[in-house]
Nanobody, 115 residues
Framework: QVRVVESGGGLVQPGGSPRLSCAAS????????VHWYRQAPGKQRELVAT???????IYADSVKGRFTIFRDNANDTVNLQMNNLKPVDTAVYYC?????????WGQGTQVTVSS
């Protein structure tokens, strides 16, 4: 069975730089595209960042220059480094792994940006 788990969320002050991690079991993680989404209260889930299985990256305009998605091959995770967080970044952040028609979601991790 495929299991996707996010970690690293929590309460962060504006301007903070937390890192989220996505780990997956039951698959060869490196061959999957990995996407980070977020969903703020009352809003639709939106795609934040993607890293493909060949290392290409894509970012939402709202996070370009502040967020970085990267693979940590030593720990077999995909991380989302978030810098200069703003209150509007408050959301539940989800990781999704995808390969062809197969995709699996994690349960999400809450990130709250507040002083």
């Amino acid at each position: 069975q495929v299991r996707v788990v996010e970690s690293g969320g929590g309460l962060v002050q504006p301007g903070g730089s937390p890192r989220l991690s996505c780990a997956a079991s039951g698959i060869i993680f490196s061959i999957y595209d990995v996407h980070w989404y977020r969903q703020a209260p009352g809003k639709q889930r939106e795609l934040v960042a993607t890293i493909t299985n060949i290392g290409s990256t894509i970012y939402a305009d709202s996070v370009k220059g502040r967020f970085t998605i990267f693979r940590d091959n030593a720990n077999d995770t995909v991380n989302l480094q978030m810098n200069n967080l703003k209150p509007v970044d408050t959301a539940v952040y989800y990781c999704k792994v995808a390969l062809g028609s197969i995709d699996r979601w994690g349960q999400g991790t809450q990130v709250t940006v507040s002083s």
